[in-house]
């Protein structure tokens, strides 16, 4: 026990003393220390350091982490030493979390989040309207900024006993873009702002720049990657929700698969009024993105920096996944992460809320810190849309 105090004080040490401005390179001085297991005296897999638990961080786990929902408890065993260093600095450092800090070493790589000044009245355009069962369903567009209007679609249950909540429903990588979560795509298990207009939600639904019905040229925007335009459409989208008169501001949440998912991240890192977070096949850490090759983070849709700057190199990359879910802590999330989803590593997943679980444990928040590993692909089945739809209910209905 005391070996094991006496190594994670000692990686305290070594962090601090690091530039606290970029993501530290890990010294080969520290690939010598025990490994996990060793550290932990079982055989637990690097995959399998978070679990189910009432346990103290130091007591020796339990047998590893089966599919399911987890709320999770963690202990010190990760999957490289750099995993070991996040996990101690959250442990000693998780009531001083400099979200302000946290957000600038995202904008290294996306760019700078737009002023107030970027504002522009909403003037939102009700092109379609069309009454369905549970719902209306409008298409319309608004006005993110001058000269730029997105196109989406609002959905607004019939039944309103009285203010209701609403989610931002984040479409995956599609042509579609914003059709496929309202119902009129071919993928059902997509279909999550339809189900949750069914479910009493008033849901949002918006193209990210260059789908749907939104062509963009990232090149002649002004903004240093896709992924901050979309941060910005985002929260003025948010903003449409929160102007709504059947909208209760203080209970919007947001959802997302595969590029919504993690662009749903994104956006709750920047925007504090977003009051729930799920993310299905969303992430993973940039080491273990298709093995420590983050080029396709690269694109003009993403951050084009992450090639031109930072090399593609995962310990070059100025932030991680570690610190979006910490910039929103402590704030209800889900990760909705199966166990076989071949675009984000589940193993990465693991490791960020490894790292994070001490954060919200900190703040007195380790229930609103869930994951979900389902035995499944890149998908989002039924199963798991129960588990994600059950989560913002708690969060966003239940008082």
């Known amino acids: 026990m005391n070996s094991r105090i006496r190594f994670l004080r000692g990686l305290s040490l070594f962090y601090q003393r690091l530039n606290s401005s970029r993501r530290p390179k890990i010294p080969a001085a520290l690939e010598s220390f025990p490994s996990p297991a060793a550290l932990r005296g079982r055989g637990q897999s690097e995959g399998d350091s978070v679990r189910t638990s009432t346990e103290s961080p130091l007591t020796p786990p339990s047998p590893p982490a089966k599919p399911g929902v987890e709320g999770v ?12 260093v996040c996990l101690c ?86 042509k579609i873009g914003k059709s496929e979560p309202v119902g009129l795509g071919p993928k059902v298990n997509l279909h999550y702002a339809l189900h949750l207009a069914e479910r ?33 459409n985002n929260m003025r989208a948010v903003d449409l929700l929160a102007a709504r008169p059947e909208v209760d501001a203080k209970r919007i949440g947001v959802i997302g698969h595969s590029l919504g998912g993690h662009n749903a991240m994104f956006t709750a890192a920047f925007d504090d009024r977003i009051a729930a977070i799920v993310s299905n096949c969303g992430f993973t850490n940039f080491r273990r993105y298709y093995s420590g090759n983050p080029k396709g983070w690269a694109s003009d849709r993403y951050m084009p ?17 570690t610190d979006v879910v910490t910039a929103f802590a402590p704030r209800p999330f889900l990760a909705s992460s199966p166990l076989h989803d071949d675009n984000f590593d589940v193993t990465g997943v693991r490791e960020v809320i490894a790292a994070v679980k001490p954060i919200y444990e900190k703040l007195g928040a380790a229930e609103k810190l869930q994951a979900n590993y389902p035995d499944c692909a890149h998908d989002f089945p039924p199963e798991v849309r129960k588990v994600a739809y059950e989560f913002l209910d708690k969060w966003l209905k239940e008082k």
Request: one cysteine or more; a positive charge.
């Open 200 to 232: 009493g939600y008033v849901t949002l639904a918006p193209d990210y720049p260059s789908f749907g019905d939104y062509p963009f040229d990232f090149k002649k925007s002004g903004y240093v990657s896709g992924s901050m335009k979309a941060i910005w």
């Open 305 to 321: 920096l992450i090639a031109t700057k930072y090399d593609l190199d995962p310990n070059k990359i100025p932030f991680d996944f």
């Open 73 to 84: 408890k963690t202990h010190f065993a990760f999957g490289c030493a750099c995993a070991a």
């Open 89 to 174: 600095v959250s442990v000693v450092h998780a009531a001083e979390i400099d979200r302000g800090a946290i957000r600038k070493k995202m904008e290294l790589a996306m760019g700078p989040l737009p002023g107030d000044e970027r504002k522009v009245p909403l003037d939102v355009k009700i092109l379609e309207e069309t009454r369905l069962d549970k719902f209306t369903r409008f298409k319309l567009t608004f006005a993110a900024e001058k000269g730029d209007r997105v196109p989406a679609y609002l959905l607004v249950p019939h039944a309103r006993p009285g203010k209701l909540p609403a989610i931002l429903c984040l479409h995956q990588t599609t």
